[in-house]
T-cell receptor
Framework: RKEVEQDPGPFNVPEGATVAFNCTYSNSASQSFFWYRQDCRKEPKLLMSVYSSGNEDGRFTAQLNRASQYISLLIRDSKLSDSATYLCVVMRRAGANNLFFGTGTRLTVIP | GAGVSQSPSNKVTEKGKDVELRCDPISGHTALYWYRQSLGQGLEFLIYFQGNSAPDKSGLPSDRFSAERTGGSVSTLTIQRTQQEDSAVYLC?????????????FGSGTQLSVL
């Protein structure tokens, strides 16, 4: 079983829509969680960390469910510029290479 | 520098040749990672450095691949006797190590094409 699994999509949504992505992880010892964004032919960039209590950054909301071992990302009022691949990243512990990337979920926002 | 710098940005080589890819991490970042990404695929972990040492080389796909890091800064990934399946984007990332929120900063990658 993969460390991190994501629905690859693609998700094609109209502008203004709300869209949610889920990601599951296999190791219950995982400690830290992140969402990265990768534009076509570009490098991944950190979108947001995911905190246990859930966190919001503008139109983006991230949630963590430790019991079920999944992470979600909600995007409200989608913009054309949100079109990208969203990577779920899980870290087991600090200070060592225990970073695991999902294969990404492709989002296209349609005018 | 302001960000992670990789060179060259593009490299075209012939099968069987050796190539060197360079990564210059953000100043002060002790951790350095190499990944590769084939078209339409996820990131494949290659190797991780903490300072100049590589505690995890498990991702290197074969003994044709090697990497080193000197002075706790610049890293070089070397691929010997390149094969067509080595064609991919090679991404380097660096981070500060010490807290639970280990955020990676990526370079823009080296697009390697083996003909």
């Amino acid at each position: 079983r993969k460390e991190v699994e994501q629905d690859p999509g693609p998700f094609n949504v109209p502008e203004g829509a709300t869209v949610a992505f889920n990601c599951t992880y296999s190791n219950s010892a995982s400690q830290s969680f992140f969402w990265y964004r990768q534009d076509c032919r570009k490098e991944p960039k950190l979108l947001m960390s995911v905190y246990s209590s859930g966190n919001e950054d503008g139109r983006f909301t991230a949630q963590l469910n430790r019991a079920s071992q999944y992470i979600s990302l909600l995007i409200r009022d989608s913009k054309l510029s949100d079109s990208a691949t969203y990577l779920c990243v899980v870290m087991r512990r600090a200070g060592a290479n225990n970073l695991f990337f999902g294969t990404g979920t492709r989002l296209t926002v349609i005018p | 520098g302001a960000g992670v710098s990789q060179s060259p940005s593009n490299k075209v080589t012939e099968k069987g040749k050796d190539v060197e890819l360079r990564c210059d991490p953000i100043s002060g970042h002790t951790a350095l990672y190499w990944y590769r990404q084939s078209l339409g695929q996820g990131l494949e972990f290659l190797i991780y450095f903490q300072g100049n040492s590589a505690p995890d080389k498990s991702g290197l796909p074969s003994d044709r691949f090697s990497a080193e890091r000197t002075g706790g800064s610049v890293s070089t990934l070397t691929i010997q006797r390149t094969q067509q399946e080595d064609s991919a984007v090679y991404l380097c990332a660096s981070s500060l190590v010490g807290g639970p929120n280990e955020k990676l900063f990526f370079g823009s990658g080296t697009q390697l094409s083996v003909l």
